[in-house]
């Protein structure tokens, strides 16, 4: 199998491949073919869910629980068609892919086989993507990574290849689509808790739905990671059992191993839990978990980081809970989330670490409260959190 990297191409070793699309959370998946101008020839021509099949291309639903994917049979492509790019945009309205970078999978449609893969790197505001196309050069056929995003949709995807959008009906004095200003060059100052960012100016404080990259000047910066949790009663004399957990998914948001206090060690050693702290009390880190992110399996690709109330206290109960990122070699505190509002629930999702195409981690705070006194209790709002 070849990791592809944008502009990289391969070429197809059979004459009918399958390119699947997969991600932490839904994603609608289409497939364009282009003639020589780089347009559609007709609305024909745009294949996704309405309209599942055109000459040479078929597209097939997941229903969310595996990837969507377009098949393209290349002996069947009419002759007028040089290539057929494959599309995906988050099905949420609105959802960008920051944080949920999406993987292509090309196979052999026969056989099963898997001839690359390509994850696009750096992905933030867009809201679609052109991921891989499938194209025919001196007569043979080949793919090539793209990774080309778009800020509007996948609406614009399809009119920006000569398909026909049919728009809400607009007062007569609005401007049509194609006229709407372009986004401005340089991106807009970023709202509390959005976008990402890295470490290289040190330790850094998250908000909720903040992510930072664990790089540093560009270059990985770390193999391995604690996360420190730690509370402490809100009311003298009462004490607290909250229990610290990590869940390991896989890409298509499915469980694969929990690490808490009644399992202590998963994936082999990579994931470490301290043991179980009953009351909260004494200063420092109550639990803590040790990532070794050299050594997750490739089939982990997110992990979500939870802290339930076994004691069944509401968190308006908790005082001082926080998640902190460590350097476990040098003790230096990376990053530190405080859960500053608290909600009457028993259970909250802190923070996950999403692996990215190149083998970076990402961490983004969550702070998303839930109904769950258990970690088996979390492991469906944790998928749905990735």
Same mark, same amino acid.
């Given at each position: ?151 509007? =949709?996948?609406?614009? /995807?399809?009119? @920006?290849? &000569? ?6 009906? #607009?007062? +007569? $004095? ?18 509390? =808790?959005?976008?990402? /960012?890295?470490? @290289?100016? &040190? ?6 739905? #903040?992510? +930072? $990259? ?173």
């Amino acid at each position: 199998m070849t990791a592809m990297t944008p502009g990289s191409n391969v070429p197809l070793p059979a004459a009918r491949v399958t390119v699947e699309v997969a991600a932490p959370v839904r994603l609608d998946v289409s497939g364009l073919l282009l003639a020589a101008d780089g347009k559609v020839r007709s609305d024909d021509d745009f294949i996704f869910y309405n309209q599942p099949a055109g000459p040479g291309v078929t597209y097939r639903s997941g229903g969310g629980s595996a990837p969507d994917s377009i098949t393209v049979d290349t002996g069947a492509v009419p002759p007028d068609i040089e290539k057929i790019v494959v599309t995906a945009s988050p099905d949420a309205a609105g959802q960008t892919f920051q944080g949920i970078e999406p993987t292509a999978t090309i196979r052999d449609a026969d056989g099963g086989a898997v001839v690359a893969s390509f994850t696009p790197p750096g992905l933030g505001a867009e809201t679609a993507l052109v991921v891989v196309e499938i194209y025919r050069r001196n007569g043979q056929w080949k793919a090539r990574a793209v990774g080309q995003g778009y800020a509007n =949709g996948l609406a614009g /995807i399809a009119t @920006d290849f &000569g398909v026909t959008v049919e728009e809400p009906a #607009q007062p +007569v $004095s609005a401007p049509p689509l194609p006229q709407t200003p372009p986004a401005p060059q340089a991106p807009p100052a970023p709202t509390p =808790g959005a976008g990402k /960012i890295n470490l @290289d100016k &040190g330790r850094v404080n998250l908000q909720k739905n #903040q992510t +930072v $990259s664990l790089v540093k000047g560009g270059a990985p910066l770390l193999s391995r990671v604690q996360m420190g949790l730690g509370w402490e009663p809100a009311y003298r004399g009462k004490d607290i059992d909250l229990d610290a957990s990590v869940i390991a998914y896989g890409p298509q948001r499915n469980a694969v191993d929990s690490c808490y206090f009644g399992k202590l060690s998963i994936l082999n050693g990579a994931i470490k839990h301290s043991g179980d702290n009953l009351t909260g009390e004494g200063g420092g880190d109550d639990e803590v978990i040790t990532v070794d992110l050299g050594r997750v399996p490739p089939e982990v690709t997110g992990l979500v980081f939870t802290v339930n109330s076994f004691s069944g206290q509401k968190f308006t109960e908790v005082a001082k809970a926080y998640c902190r990122l460590i350097d476990p070699t040098s003790g230096e505190e990376l990053v530190r989330f405080d859960l500053t509002s608290a909600e009457p629930q028993t259970g909250v999702l802190m923070a996950k670490l999403i692996r990215q195409y190149s083998g970076e981690w990402d961490m983004t705070a969550l702070g998303d409260f839930v109904k769950a006194r258990t970690v088996r209790n979390m492991v469906k709002p944790g998928g749905a959190a990735l």
